[in-house]
Structure formats: C-alpha cells, structure tokens
C-alpha cells in the first residue's frame, strides 16, 4: 500500500517520526511520504526508520500558498530536501506561521479564549524545523476547555470568518511550484474538495501543477472520479494519501486511503525527469 499524505510532530501531526513510520509499518504501508507543513525536518529521520524496516520512503512536503486570501495547500515529492534556495523559502514560511500563531492567541485573549502558547512558541525558537499551525492552537483550546474538539475549536475559533482567523500572506501556487520544481520535484495540489470551488481548482491546474491530489481521505467515490476526470483533462497526474496526523478519533486512518499502483508507477517515471535539468 501506498500512502503520500503524512504528518509527524514536526509540524501539526501527533506521532513522532519513529511512532509514524512503526505505525505505517503495523498497517502494512509499503511507500510512504511524509508531507510535514512548511518543513523537511523529519525527512532524515522518518527515512532512516524505513530503510530499517523495508519501506520505501519518499521525500514530501505539505506547503501553505496563498490564492485571493485562501490558503491553497501544495504538495511537493521527489525534491531534494537539502537544496539552498529551498531551504531558505521554507525558513521564511516558518516564521510567518510563528507571527501567525502570535496574533491568533493576541485575538483569543482579547475574546476572553486565553490559550498557552508558550511550549509551542519555545520549541518552535529551540528548533528552526518546527512548523506551527492552527491545530496546534486548536489543541490549546481545547485544554483551556474553550473547545470540546478540534473542528468545534475551528469552527467557532479559527475556522475562515471566525473571530480569531487571521488571514495568511504568502507565495502564489505558482511561485510555490517554482521553488518545489527548482529543487527537482514534483508539484500537486493538496485536497481539492477542500477548496469548496472547483473553478478554482481548475484555474490551479494551469498554475504549475504536475499532479492533483485525487485520492484522500475527504474525498469520496464522486470526488475520485471527478478528479481524476480533471487530472486526465489537464495532462496532470494522480496523488494520494490519507492526511494522517494521529489524533484520537480522526477519520482517515493508516492504510484507509492509498494511491493505486498505476498512479505510483506514472509519478516515478515523471521524477526521473523532473524540473530543474
């Protein structure tokens, strides 16, 4: 089985890197890809864990774009983690997302919704590599008992509209599949359902895209077929993971989605001859 949507304590995912990759191992994964938001800092470890366990382990990345005030989710595959230029986008990414996390809590205090973002904001200045994000503040909301669960902490908090959303600035879908190519990779965009606007979708396509992400968790049989319809339109190929974090109750579980092995063969060919000569 094949997974290419993960997430580890680098970024908002509950597993550390060793935990992941024992549990993709438990659930019989045989390639995987760890797309930490905005950061390559698992990438060393999570391969190191799957060369000693047989499992095939491709570089990936979750990063943040920004599209007329919405965030616009990019994944990268088959880069090089250590390219320079690369490195340094993801470094500035980083350090919006702290500024972010800083006016988000600003905003929930003055709403009398105080969380402690102080581990977070420490680990985040002890270790460069460490993304933060909302779920980070939505578990902190639901430990001052502001939020019984984490879609009711977007919801009422930190959801698009809410009180305490602070609208993201960044690169365009465009200029994030620019820097991803550079580094010799291969571009899809993340959960289109997601997006609630498929036009949107389909201008996006045209932005640099070598692949959408047809197969997730959110997406059910109408939303495959639709997509997939649309990759085939477009000359684009097909991406696929379950969007794993590990937190309690989650929905997309360890070997619920996987990519077919068509779709895998299709993608290693295309990374053989990626951007970049």
Same mark, same amino acid.
């Given at each position: 089985?094949?997974?290419?949507?993960?997430?580890?304590?680098?970024?908002? *995912?509950?597993?550390?890197? %060793?935990?992941?990759?024992?549990?993709?191992?438990?659930? #019989?994964?045989?390639?995987?890809? +760890?797309? =930490?938001? =905005?950061? $390559?800092?698992?990438?060393?470890?999570?391969?190191?864990?799957?060369?000693?366990? *047989?499992?095939?382990? +491709?570089?990936?990345?979750?990063?943040? /774009?920004?599209?007329?005030?919405?965030?616009?989710?990019?994944?990268? !595959?088959?880069?090089?983690?250590?390219?320079?230029?690369?490195?340094?986008?993801?470094?500035?990414?980083?350090? %919006?997302?702290?500024?972010?996390?800083?006016?988000?809590?600003?905003?929930?205090?003055?709403?009398?919704? /105080? +969380?402690?973002?102080?581990?977070?904001?420490?680990?985040?200045?002890?270790?460069?590599?460490?993304?933060?994000?909302?779920?980070?503040?939505?578990?902190?909301?639901? %430990? /001052?008992?502001?939020?019984?669960?984490?879609?009711?902490?977007? &919801?009422?908090?930190? #959801?698009? #509209?809410?009180?305490?959303?602070?609208?993201?600035?960044? %690169?365009?879908?465009?200029?994030?599949?620019?820097?991803?190519? /550079?580094?010799?990779?291969?571009?899809?965009?993340?959960?289109?359902?997601?997006?609630? =606007?498929?036009?949107?979708?389909?201008?996006?396509?045209?932005?640099?895209?070598?692949?959408?992400? $047809? !197969?997730?968790? &959110?997406?059910?049989?109408?939303?495959?077929?639709? !997509? #997939?319809?649309?990759?085939?339109?477009?000359?684009?190929?097909?991406? *696929?993971?379950?969007? !794993?974090? *590990?937190?309690?109750?989650?929905?997309?579980?360890?070997?619920?989605?996987?990519?077919?092995?068509?779709?895998?063969?299709?993608? +290693?060919?295309?990374?053989?001859?990626?951007?970049?000569?």
């Amino acid at each position: 089985m094949i997974d290419l949507h993960l997430h580890t304590t680098v970024s908002d *995912g509950r597993c550390t890197p %060793a935990e992941l990759v024992a549990r993709t191992a438990e659930a #019989g994964l045989r390639t995987i890809a +760890v797309t =930490d938001h =905005d950061t $390559v800092g698992a990438t060393a470890e999570v391969q190191a864990h799957c060369a000693a366990l *047989g499992i095939r382990a +491709v570089p990936g990345i979750e990063i943040t /774009a920004v599209e007329a005030s919405r965030d616009v989710h990019v994944l990268g !595959y088959f880069f090089n983690p250590e390219d320079v230029a690369l490195q340094a986008f993801l470094l500035r990414q980083r350090e %919006a997302r702290v500024e972010r996390v800083r006016e988000i809590a600003a905003r929930l205090a003055a709403l009398n919704r /105080a +969380v402690d973002t102080t581990e977070m904001l420490a680990a985040a200045k002890a270790d460069t590599g460490k993304s933060l994000g909302r779920p980070l503040i939505a578990r902190a909301l639901m %430990a /001052a008992g502001h939020a019984r669960s984490m879609q009711e902490a977007f &919801d009422r908090w930190l #959801g698009e #509209g809410q009180p305490a959303f602070v609208p993201r600035t960044g %690169a365009t879908v465009r200029a994030v599949a620019a820097v991803v190519h /550079a580094a010799r990779g291969l571009v899809s965009l993340a959960h289109p359902v997601q997006l609630r =606007d498929d036009a949107l979708v389909d201008r996006l396509c045209g932005e640099g895209l070598d692949a959408l992400e $047809v !197969y997730h968790a &959110d997406h059910g049989p109408a939303d495959r077929a639709r !997509y #997939g319809a649309l990759a085939s339109s477009r000359a684009l190929l097909a991406t *696929g993971g379950s969007d !794993y974090h *590990g937190e309690p109750g989650q929905r997309a579980s360890l070997g619920s989605v996987t990519l077919p092995a068509e779709a895998w063969e299709a993608l +290693v060919v295309a990374s053989q001859g990626t951007h970049g000569g």
